[in-house]
């Protein structure tokens, strides 16, 4: 009698990866979000409100700015979960996922290349006004859409195969990331080919924190206008003044040296001098280059999608299951005071949910902050500052499998307090040589090597916290301390920003001090989840429950 082949036993590599093209979109959009639109309220702002000098109180431009970009994460929260509920209940000849990503996938790339194309309307609040509309309606579509396109992948693949679709689409993901990281010099080199030689020029320039293109001299050093009978040829002075040019200030202010002007103007020495285009107004450089190629390749993304759909609806798993009524879902969210765990379990739920608000707020900090950070103190362009993101980002994703291996060898707490301490260690040591050395070469090399192992640190984390949360609970409650984890992951992804920019505006707009923050919640978080005495496995428990909990969660 023949051998019948076993059909369905191993995953379809190449029908996931094609599933992944929408989450790569999705990705690829908001890694760029996350990088220029810091860089571009910023220079508004500080514009239209004279270096934060017309503020009041405690507010400044950096806190503005980190408050801005919480947006995402509050509609993340209102919305991603109500419109996953939704596509679970559609029924269309497109499957239940497909018609949200069809109709607002387009609709949310549109807006998302508008956004720098309101930065530059010359009028301040207008412009600020529109640029807020417009990313308004932005995060509404991605909250759409976000969730049916994480969703298709389970749609498609079998429970126990899920674990190594969720890699394949994370993978995809990270492609997406990556190529927002290097989308402004691709866009750069593309406006050149097209021949916009001036907008490649622009891209390229250097410039202030408000965006105004930089004159430069001959060497390509800006141009320096000096102040209040200021010589900067003096010895005492001229090492600060070659700082000065190196880095990515704006204005030098030195106390003591001057004897005219009032108020701060009295201890302005020196500022660089911004390019005047033919209207006689200072040039600024225009991003929507970088927004236009990001949202045409998150349209290929779909069409993409769209193809392997059409022609593979046939595997969807999902259009024939009917979803059961809401009241089984409701019975199943249940107060953390009425679990059926121990005493002792719920302290360490408590605390470990309360360590992950604070490791989250310095994490959720870092992604709004670095490319004003790096144009500010190490002079580097957006579309530069983003490749040293990729490596971090490259570090933590490198980083998994080993973290996950080390979780389970030498215990998940015991990775994760790891991590943290390098991680805290890292960081305060980059502070300290950045405040105290003056040597921007080994400031260079100190904060490469924070890149390359903050982001294994961060990995170590990461991969850690929600199988540890999910494990106190156990297998009946997994919807519900998944709950619980994201409860307190996005929480801090509204505060973190906030609080960050309110510490780097208290130290006069230096995002020096990022770094400060960060280290401060790690290192409160480190000594909070001490105290978690749960969640941990033994060689003997059954948790294949437990990784497909954490990859469906993801």
Not at 105 to 115: D, E, G, N, V
Not at 371 to 381: I, P, S
Not at 412 to 440: C, D, E, H, P
Not at 499 to 511: M, N, T
Request: with cysteine; net charge positive.
């Amino acid at each position: 009698m023949p051998k019948t082949k076993k059909k369905g036993n191993g995953l379809n590599y190449k029908r996931t990866f094609l599933i992944g093209f929408g989450f790569m979109g999705c990705m690829l959009m908001w890694s760029v979000y996350n990088s220029y639109v810091p860089v571009i309220f910023r220079a508004k702002l500080t514009e239209i409100t004279n270096g934060g000098e017309a503020l009041p109180g405690i507010l400044s431009v950096a806190l503005l700015v980190n408050a801005i970009m919480t947006i995402d994460n509050i509609f993340g929260v209102i919305f991603q979960p109500y419109f996953g509920k939704r596509s679970d209940s559609t029924h269309t000849k497109w499957g239940k996922r497909m018609p949200y990503i069809i109709i607002c996938l387009p609709i949310c790339a549109l807006f998302f290349s508008l956004i720098p194309v309101a930065a530059t309307l010359k009028a301040g609040i207008l412009s600020i006004a529109l640029m807020m509309a417009v990313i308004i309606f932005f995060n509404f579509t991605m909250s759409v859409w976000r969730s049916p396109v994480v969703s298709l992948m389970p749609d498609f693949t079998p429970s126990h195969l899920q674990s190594d679709a969720n890699a394949v689409i994370n993978i995809m993901g990270g492609v997406g990331q990556m190529i927002g990281f290097v989308i402004g010099t691709i866009a750069t080199a593309l406006v050149g080919l097209l021949g916009f030689t001036s907008m490649q020029e622009a891209l390229k320039a250097k410039t202030n924190s408000l965006g105004q293109i930089l004159q430069v001299d001959a060497s390509g050093n800006p141009v320096v206008k000096y102040f209040n009978n200021f010589d900067p040829t003096l010895a005492e002075y001229k090492e600060h003044v070659e700082n000065f040019i190196a880095s990515g200030r704006d204005k030098l202010y030195l106390n003591g040296t001057t004897l005219s002007g009032t108020g701060e103007e009295k201890n302005l020495v020196a500022q660089k001098v911004a390019a005047i285009g033919a209207d006689g107004n200072p040039m600024y450089v225009n991003y929507t280059p970088i927004f236009l190629v990001a949202a045409v390749v998150s349209i290929l993304c779909l069409v993409v999608l769209v193809i392997f759909y059409k022609r593979n609806k046939q595997y969807d798993l999902s259009k024939d299951i009917v979803i059961e009524k809401a009241e089984g879902e409701k019975a199943k969210k249940i107060k953390i005071k009425d679990l059926p765990i121990s005493k002792e379990e719920r302290r360490s739920l408590l605390v470990m949910l309360a360590a992950l608000f604070l490791i989250n707020n310095a994490t959720e900090a870092i992604v709004p902050n670095f490319t004003n950070f790096a144009l500010d103190t190490l002079n580097v362009k957006p579309i530069y500052s983003t490749l040293m993101m990729a490596v971090f980002a490259v570090s933590l994703a490198a980083f998994g499998i080993p973290a996950g291996a080390m979780g389970r060898k030498l215990g998940r707490k015991k990775t994760i307090i790891a991590g943290l301490l390098v991680i805290v260690v890292m960081f305060v040591i980059y502070l300290a040589v950045s405040q105290f050395v003056n040597n921007r070469m080994f400031t260079w090399v100190v904060l490469w090597i924070a890149l390359v192992v903050g982001g294994a640190a961060v990995g170590c984390i990461n991969i850690n916290t929600l199988p540890l949360v999910l494990a106190i609970g156990g297998r009946d409650y997994v919807g519900t301390f998944t709950g619980y984890y994201y409860t307190a992951t996005f929480s801090a992804a509204i505060t973190g920003p906030i609080l960050c920019g309110g510490l780097i505006g208290l130290f006069g707009e230096d995002y020096n001090f990022m770094f400060l923050f960060c280290a401060i919640m790690f290192a409160l978080g480190l000594i909070v989840i001490t105290q978690v005495k749960h969640g941990e496995s033994s060689k003997d428990e059954d948790t294949s429950w437990l990784e497909e909990a954490v990859e469906n969660a993801d």
